[in-house]
């Protein structure tokens, strides 16, 4: 009896990062960008924002707004990078709960890997304080590394 063909590769062909801005995150790039050059494949640098609970369309408007604005520098920078060292980038902005939308974000791109940093201090730095870490690892249908 022949077995269902299910396509099979043992090479990650694309990987989220989650982005808040501080130093785990960006150490967190770096890893994404080392194993992208070397299995060549894709990377999206993916930031959360966390809206105060509840918030008004417009608020999450505003939010998104303040957001692309705060890594606005960040992600030209990440850009320039990619482009220096040839890897195949895609950045994304949300406001969101950061569990849902990493792990969603991850389900509906395919992604193979999630990279995330520790924890961030500043308001937009906020996506893995407490256990989102624990809870992206236990919802996630694929590998989760989280960098210090």
Do not use: W
């Not at 960006?26 to 060549?40: H, M, N, P, V």
């Not at 304080?129 to 996630?140: H, P, Q, W």
């Amino acid at each position: 009896m022949d077995r269902p063909h299910h396509r099979h590769n043992p090479h990650f062909q694309k990987i989220v990062v989650g982005y808040d801005g501080s130093k785990p995150a960006e150490k967190a790039i770096e890893i994404a960008f080392s194993l992208a050059q070397s299995a060549d494949c894709r990377v999206l640098i993916f930031a959360v924002a966390r809206p105060p609970e509840p918030a008004t369309m417009v608020e999450l408007e505003a939010m998104l707004d303040d957001a692309r604005e705060h890594y606005q520098k960040d992600f030209n920078r990440i850009s320039k990078s990619a482009e220096d060292t040839g890897v195949d980038l895609e950045t994304a902005i949300v406001v969101g709960h950061p569990v849902e939308q990493i792990v969603h974000r991850a389900e509906t791109d395919h992604v193979d890997l999630i990279i995330l940093g520790r924890r961030g201090k500043s308001r937009f730095e906020r996506m893995l304080v407490g256990s989102t870490a624990e809870k992206v690892l236990r919802y996630s249908h694929c590998p989760v590394m989280i960098v210090h």
